[in-house]
């Protein structure tokens, strides 16, 4: 397992393979922002705006690599807000399905915590819906912050609730 920070050229040369990941990860039900049918166009689009915003310093873009393949990727988002320096958004946690439970995961959130730490941030938030989700930001120490109901819809349609957590680093 490899996890690296990819810079925008990189993020650029491997917009395939990370919208083949969200795909697949929409696909299978993950309520990360999009509808079904959702097209590998869509997802590519994503990850090109993703590598420009790589590009312009907006975003932290991980991915988690087997035999030289991305198979998982998380976003670290800086606050541009002048009041909060020293916060960051976790989003976009996505392991391919035949990835999952290897510990692709957890090494990719550590890695951008860790980039956080470097940044000289001190306080995480992101928000998931689902209980893995859940069990799998709270076994990394995240704090549950509350819950919204019907925040958004699961892929295949009807409201899911969004919990939101958070971490101090």
């Given at each position: 397992m490899e996890i690296r920070l990819l810079d925008a050229d990189e993020a650029r040369a491997r917009i395939p393979e990370l919208a083949l990941i969200l795909h697949d990860c929409v696909v299978k039900g993950a309520s990360v922002g999009f509808m079904n049918p959702f097209s590998m166009a869509e997802a590519i689009g994503f990850y090109a705006e993703c590598a420009e915003n790589a590009a312009n310093g907006e975003a932290f873009l991980f991915a988690a690599f087997v035999n030289g393949r991305a198979v998982g990727t998380v976003q670290l988002i800086t606050s541009r807000k002048p009041n909060q320096p020293h916060?960051?958004?976790?989003?976009?946690?996505?392991?391919?399905?035949?990835?999952?439970?290897?510990?692709?995961?957890?090494?990719?959130?550590?890695?951008?915590?860790?980039?956080?730490?470097?940044?000289?941030?001190?306080?995480?938030?992101?928000?998931?819906?689902?209980?893995?989700?859940?069990?799998?930001?709270?076994?990394?120490?995240?704090?549950?912050?509350?819950?919204?109901?019907?925040?958004?819809?699961?892929?295949?349609?009807?409201?899911?609730?969004?919990v939101i957590y958070y971490k101090k680093i």
């Open positions: 916060r960051g958004d976790i989003i976009k946690m996505l392991v391919h399905s035949i990835h999952r439970n290897q510990g692709f995961g957890a090494a990719l959130l550590k890695a951008a915590e860790d980039e956080a730490h470097r940044r000289g941030l001190t306080l995480l938030t992101l928000d998931t819906a689902g209980v893995d989700g859940e069990r799998f930001y709270e076994r990394a120490g995240y704090s549950r912050a509350g819950v919204i109901p019907d925040f958004a819809l699961w892929p295949d349609g009807g409201f899911c609730d969004t």
